[in-house]
């Protein structure tokens, strides 16, 4: 009877044993992933800035309820398209209403012609508030 205790003790101190050797083995390969962790993030793109354009064609793409680009330079009374390439209606609207596409059916395009007057003119979509973007006019 004594022994057989002695045994079942010693298999636990055992199993204890190799517990904590998993654990900290666990804790090893959990370290390795936070090292280099922080190089897979940044999924922002760098192309939706500031856009210099001629007085061609002048394009601005709605994606994800985003403008792209988002900061646009153009002359005055200039056209623009808006494409919108998302599954729901948007808007280019200026905040000052200056000028607006109206709703932009999902896969469809509008145009809006640039103010004559120089200026920066902050633009939303009225569906959406969150979305903003910046028309340059010099
Ligand atoms: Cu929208």
Redesign the pocket.
Known sequence: MKFRVLTKFRVLTKFRHRRTQAALLAAALCFLPSLTGCSSSGGGSSSNTTAATSNGAVKVT?QN?IYHPSALKVSPGTTITVTNQDS????LTANDKSFDTGNIAPGKSATFTAPSKSGTYAYT?T??PN?HGVLTVS
Not at 88 to 91: S, W, Y
């Open positions: 709605i309820f729901t209606p948007h808007t979509c569906i959406h979305m």
